[in-house]
């Protein structure tokens, strides 16, 4: 089955320990992007990759980094999470670039106290 | 000024009636407009996707784009209580973003 996969789902952590939200795509897609969504602020683009070892910020990559050294994952990493970082994260993945319909993963729930 | 625009809502409609959804966005370059429904607690999912000035007729969705005026809409005709959902509008700005608008909540009421 055509999926974008994300891990863990559900994550509760305190300020300051580094994390890493995991995103998996089986479809070969050449783009990948991470969205945060909060209410009244809608999802906004965090970082995206057009290729392995290529990526570029989105419009709030503050307090994020990401890395893209295979083709099928692209690794969310907070170094020090802070709790306006809480939110509900999206991965999200299309076949060429931003132009073509992203397919998203199932979202990441976290919660930094 | 927002870069995507939305009625936030909520937007209620009779069931069988037609919903309409509008979006207008800021940067004349754009040239990819995407409707995402998204239910609640659920990953947004592509509704429909248009490129080029006019209508586009998928089902009971209709996409309408007016790049002279920048602006967007999403019509549901026959409306059903299962498309009571968020409806995105997102809009590729002219590189390799993609910005999305708030979002409108539509309620069909049976």
């Known amino acids: 089955e055509a999926q974008v996969t994300q891990n863990p789902r559900y994550l509760i952590t305190v300020t300051g320990k580094k994390l890493t939200v995991t995103c998996s795509q089986n479809m070969n897609h050449e783009y990948m992007s991470w969205y945060r969504q909060d209410p009244g602020l809608g999802l906004r683009q965090i970082y995206y990759?057009?290729?392995?070892?290529?990526?570029d910020k989105g419009d709030v990559p503050e307090g994020y980094k990401v890395s893209r050294k295979e083709k099928r994952n692209f690794p969310l990493i907070l170094e020090s999470p802070s709790p306006n970082q809480t939110s509900l994260y999206f991965c999200?993945?299309?076949?060429?670039?931003?132009?073509?319909?992203?397919?998203f993963g199932p979202g990441t729930r976290l919660t930094v106290l | 000024q927002k870069e995507v625009e939305q009625n936030s809502g909520p937007l209620s409609v009779p069931e069988g009636a037609i919903a309409s959804l509008n979006c207008t966005y800021s940067d004349r370059v754009s040239q990819s407009f995407f409707w995402y429904r998204q239910y609640s607690g659920k990953s947004p999912e592509l509704i429909m996707s248009i490129y080029s000035n006019g209508d586009k007729e998928d089902g009971r969705f209709t996409a309408q784009l007016n790049k002279a005026s920048q602006y967007v809409s999403l019509l549901i005709r026959d409306s059903q209580p299962s498309d009571s959902a968020t409806y995105l509008c997102?809009?590729?700005?002219?590189?390799?973003?993609?910005?999305f608008g708030t979002g409108t909540r539509l309620t069909i009421i049976p």
């Open positions: 999200a993945s299309s076949l060429a670039n931003s132009y073509n319909e992203q397919f």
């Open positions: 997102a809009v590729n700005v002219g590189n390799e973003k993609l910005t």
């Open positions: 990759s057009m290729n392995v070892e290529v990526t």
